[in-house]
């Protein structure tokens, strides 16, 4: 036995993209309190990212505020080099960014809005890890978790653009697993069900009846019920998982 914390995050930063609101700044908050210096992320909404901030720095929690657009090439380049200069090398990277993602049949689809589905969920998480890899591979530590989602695994109708997006990032979790454990860099994604938050603010009640009546553990997903999953893969407790699609759904999956 040993006394080793093992989910402790101490001396380790973290990146978690789009983390102003929602799941990421509940997964951001997970791994500030165990320890990590947390680069929070924001695109746009500037005063939701300061907000996210205070409540990091209101449990005394280490971190920081970073402005960057994570599809955009110069842009990954610069949030890593900000983040080194002012936290330190980036351990850690949660790849939560995302957009609306409208329930459509394809004819309703254009490719405009297929290319922004594969820029945020295949673009970005190649430009960040390539502009992180050099920091990982010299320490021969690293953590790369995807933010994937059920809508894949369930091949969920008229999401088709969303799904074949969220697809292609997992096949790149895969194959990405496998290039970089020489590194001792893991590979990883979660995907989460139907967690409501800010944006579903004004969806319909009978969508959520439904979906709520699907769910075996008969409750909904809340933020928090990341905390767990992305402590665990982001930790010494799950160094010896890659490669994996951790489904976080109340058991949807199996059902």
Known sequence: MTDKNLFSLEGRVALVTGSSKGLGKAMALALARQGAKVALNYANGRAQGEHALAELRKENLEGALFQADVTDEAGCNQLIADITKQLGPVDILVINATCDQPHKPIEQYDWAFYQTMLDFF?????????????????RKWGRIINIGSEVFLLGVPN???YAAAK????????????????????????????????????????LKDQYLSTIPLKRWGVPDDLAGAVTLL??????????????????RWVS
């Open 122 to 138: 295949l673009k970005s998480p190649y430009l960040l890890t390539r502009a992180a890899l050099p920091q990982l591979k010299a």
């Open 159 to 161: 999401f088709s653009a």
């Open 167 to 206: 697809g292609g990032q997992n096949a790149w979790t895969r194959s990405m697993a496998n290039e970089l454990a020489p590194w001792k860099i893991t590979v990883n994604m979660i995907s989460p069900g139907w967690i409501p938050v800010e944006r579903h603010a004004n969806d319909p009640q009978e």
């Open 234 to 251: 982001a930790s010494e407790a799950g160094s010896f998982i890659t490669g994996h699609n951790l489904v976080v759904n109340g058991g």
